[in-house]
């Protein structure tokens, strides 16, 4: 048997079924009409929003990288609990926008930025992260067609990546942000531009686990932002630390601690270098923040013997939830959570693979986990699945259409 990912926190049983946020799946199922279908849990993602601000130290800006899950009530519901929206598309600034969020909150990162994404930013007054001198070129010259002042700041490609972590996206050659040494005459060249400068973003990776590793990216960062701003001779008005807060996915994995990373990120601010004694400090998270309150449930559609091995075989599959099969970002196929959600306090008693219908042997849900039996009609529920779900998964491939999204909002 291979192991399972270890289920959240949050989530009860009932008669021996899965309970989110109050409601029976088979409940949610009904309400929906149909399967799959991922139910996101709102009162976890405030709470999980007010853990980070305790855990932080005082002052520091805490943003939504709207990526991990653009779902448009969930972000309608988290405008007014963060500080602000990171966005990485022209798509995506729409969407910050209808959900309510103020342009002056709203930050604008990715590479490959068309002109006219540019110009729906400035012309919104979201903040520009930009990513190559290029860039920064193009951008002071759509401002200047539009005769708006551009809020601007600069991605720094740093010389270091997060330690620990899924997705390195700092650190030697990359096509994110400007390499650092080029940064000081780029921030001289867009302050003299008289552009509303807005200081620096660097994002070192992804989803790690190690307080460690995030705390020594982070004081890196900071240190980083002091030499270039003396380097630069302009002040730093904002620095975006990025995030990179893991959340854990599989067996051996163990939850990031929260209070130790706020610690140590408390110590490095009050030991930063003076040019930044005025700089405001902020993250941006995205998994952390959401991917534990969602999950995906799936109806066993057969259950199928194959030479002694037992396949689960759901409505469900990879087109809505890639990262669980294993193939989004992941080198080992490992098994998320995965439960019967209809059978949750039901005895182990064989094993199984539970898989998609989609016609490729990428398919796979949970691959020889320990399950008590399950026949068709159960539901199965994926855990972990709030973040880079239903709209990080190829939802068009082989036909089978999308998935419904419910987000059950926190009782006011
Ligand atoms: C993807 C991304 C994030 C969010 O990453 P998570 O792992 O979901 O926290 C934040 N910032 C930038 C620049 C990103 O590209």
New binding site residues.
């Given amino acids: 048997m291979k192991p399972l990912g270890p289920i959240p926190a949050g989530f009860a049983v009932s008669d021996g079924e899965l309970v989110i946020a109050g409601c029976k799946a088979s409940a949610l199922v009904a309400q929906a009409g149909q399967t799959p279908q991922f139910v996101y849990d709102g009162a976890l993602v405030a709470q999980r929003i007010a853990q980070v601000r305790t855990a932080m130290p005082p002052g520091l800006g805490l943003h939504y990288?709207i990526?991990?899950n653009p779902f448009a009530p969930l972000l309608a519901m988290m405008a007014p609990l963060v500080d602000g929206f990171?966005i990485?598309s022209a798509g995506e600034l729409t969407l910050a926008q209808v959900a309510g969020m103020a342009a002056a909150r709203i930050s604008f990162?990715g590479p490959g930025k068309r002109d006219a994404e540019l110009a729906s930013a400035i012309a919104a007054g979201a903040t520009l992260n930009l990513e190559s001198v290029r860039e920064a070129e193009r951008a002071l010259h759509v401002a200047n067609r539009l005769g708006v002042t551009p809020r601007l700041a600069i991605r720094v490609n740093p010389d270091f990546a997060l330690g620990g972590s899924g997705m390195k996206?700092g650190g030697g050659a990359k096509p994110f942000g400007l390499d650092a040494q080029e940064v000081p005459a780029l921030a001289r060249r867009l302050v003299a531009a008289g552009c509303d400068w807005r200081g620096l973003h660097v994002?070192a990776g992804?989803?790690s686990l190690d307080a460690a590793a995030i705390g020594a990216a982070q004081a890196a960062t900071i240190a980083l932002a002091g030499r270039i701003g003396e380097q630069a001779g302009v002040p730093i008005p904002a620095c975006n630390l990025?995030?990179?807060?893991g959340i854990p996915y599989f067996a051996a994995d163990r939850p990031l601690d929260l209070g130790a990373v706020g610690a140590a990120l408390g110590e490095a601010l009050e030991r930063r270098p003076t040019e930044l004694a005025k700089t405001a400090f902020s993250i941006?998270?995205?998994?952390?923040l959401v991917g534990e309150a969602g999950v995906y449930l799936t109806r066993i559609i057969e259950r199928k013997e194959s030479r002694g091995a037992v396949f689960l075989i759901t409505d469900g599959g990879l087109h809505h939830q890639l990262a669980a099969s294993g193939n989004f970002g992941t080198v080992i196929r490992r098994n998320y959570p995965v439960a019967i959600a209809t059978r949750m306090d039901w005895p182990v008693t064989e094993e199984a693979s539970i898989v998609g219908c989609l016609c490729t042997p990428l398919d796979v849900l949970a691959e020889r986990g320990g399950f008590p039996r399950a026949d068709e009609g159960d539901l199965v529920a994926v855990f972990c699945a709030g973040?880079y779900g239903a709209s990080a998964s190829p939802m068009a491939f082989l036909g089978h259409g999308p998935a419904q999204e419910l987000l059950i909002a926190p009782e006011r």
């Fill in positions: 990288a990526k991990a990171d990485a990162a996206m994002y992804s989803q990025g995030g990179g807060f941006e998270l995205g998994r952390y973040a």
